[in-house]
C-alpha cells in the first residue's frame, strides 16, 4: 500500500493566518490527491481533488498544489469555520490509504 | 442527496455482521460506493469500493477476504457483509459516494455512519 504521511499532526493558529498542511507519499501519485475536512461528530467533506480542483462550494481560500510525492492545502486566511481536522487521500493506487490527519486549533 | 447507513452492533469476535446504505436523492447506478471506517479517536479507512455496476470491487489488505461489497441498483442500496470480525475492526463505518463515474475514487457524499462493536 502506499503510505501517506501528513505534517504537522497538529497546527495551532489564528483567524486570518495562512496555513500549509502537507501530505508526503510513500512513491508517486501523479497528483492523484483529494483532501478532506473533518469536524467533530460529523462526516468527511471534500474539498479538493486532483490535488488543485477545488470541490463545487469550497470557498476559494482553499487551494492545493503538488506533485510526485509531496502534495500541500493551503488556507489562505483562516476563518473560525476552518477549525478542523484535515486528511489527504491518495487514489493512485486502488488501494486507497488516507494520511492519519491533521488537527487545526484556534491558537 | 441523502445517505443512511444501518446494521451496526455490537458483535462478539468471529462473529458476522451486514451493514446496508439507503441511497436517495440521486442515481444510485450512475455511481460507484464506498465504504470508509473510522475507530473512536482514530484516523479515516478506507474500506471498500464497488463500481456503478457492481462489475468491480476492490478493498483494504485489512478486510480482503473476510468483508464482501455489493449493491442492489433496483433498491438504491449499498451492502457490506462482514465476517470474521475482530476487535480492530471497531469503528463508525461510512457509506460514502463518489462524485462522478469518471472520478470513481474520491467520496463527494458522506452518510452519517453506524457503529460497529466487535466485543465479547
Known amino acids: 500500500d502506499i503510505q501517506m504521511t501528513q505534517s504537522p499532526s497538529s497546527l495551532s493558529a489564528s483567524v486570518g493566518d495562512r496555513v500549509t498542511i502537507t501530505c508526503r507519499a510513500s512513491?508517486?501519485?501523479?497528483?492523484?490527491l483529494a483532501w478532506y475536512q473533518q469536524k467533530p461528530g460529523k462526516a468527511p467533506k471534500l474539498l479538493l481533488l486532483?490535488?488543485?480542483r477545488l470541490q463545487t462550494g469550497v470557498p476559494s481560500r482553499f487551494s492545493g498544489s503538488g506533485s510526485g510525492t509531496d502534495y500541500t492545502l493551503t488556507i489562505s486566511s483562516l476563518q473560525p469555520e476552518d477549525f478542523a481536522t484535515y486528511y489527504c487521500?491518495?487514489?493512485?493506487?486502488?488501494?486507497?490509504?488516507f494520511g492519519q490527519g491533521t488537527r487545526l486549533e484556534i491558537k | 442527496v441523502q445517505l443512511v447507513e444501518s446494521g451496526g452492533v455490537v458483535v462478539q469476535p468471529g462473529g458476522s455482521l451486514r451493514l446496508s446504505c439507503a441511497a436517495s436523492?440521486?442515481?444510485?447506478?450512475?455511481?460507484?460506493m464506498h465504504w470508509v471506517r473510522q475507530a473512536p479517536g482514530k484516523g479515516l479507512e478506507w474500506v471498500s469500493l464497488?463500481?456503478?455496476?457492481?462489475?468491480?470491487?476492490y478493498y483494504a489488505d485489512s478486510v480482503r477476504g473476510r468483508f464482501t461489497i455489493s449493491r442492489d441498483n433496483s433498491k438504491n442500496s449499498l451492502f457490506l457483509q462482514m465476517n470474521s470480525l475482530r476487535s480492530e475492526d471497531s469503528a463508525l463505518y461510512y457509506c460514502?459516494?463518489?462524485?462522478?463515474?469518471?472520478?470513481?475514487?474520491?467520496?463527494?457524499?458522506w452518510g452519517q455512519g453506524t457503529t460497529v462493536t466487535v466485543s465479547s
Open positions: 486532483d490535488t488543485s
Open positions: 460514502g459516494r463518489a462524485p462522478h463515474i469518471t472520478i470513481p475514487y474520491v467520496i463527494d457524499v
Open positions: 464497488i463500481a456503478w455496476d457492481g462489475g468491480k470491487s
Open positions: 512513491q508517486g501519485i501523479r497528483n492523484s
Open positions: 436523492g440521486f442515481t444510485f447506478d450512475d455511481f460507484s
Open positions: 487521500q491518495q487514489y493512485y493506487s486502488t488501494s486507497i490509504t
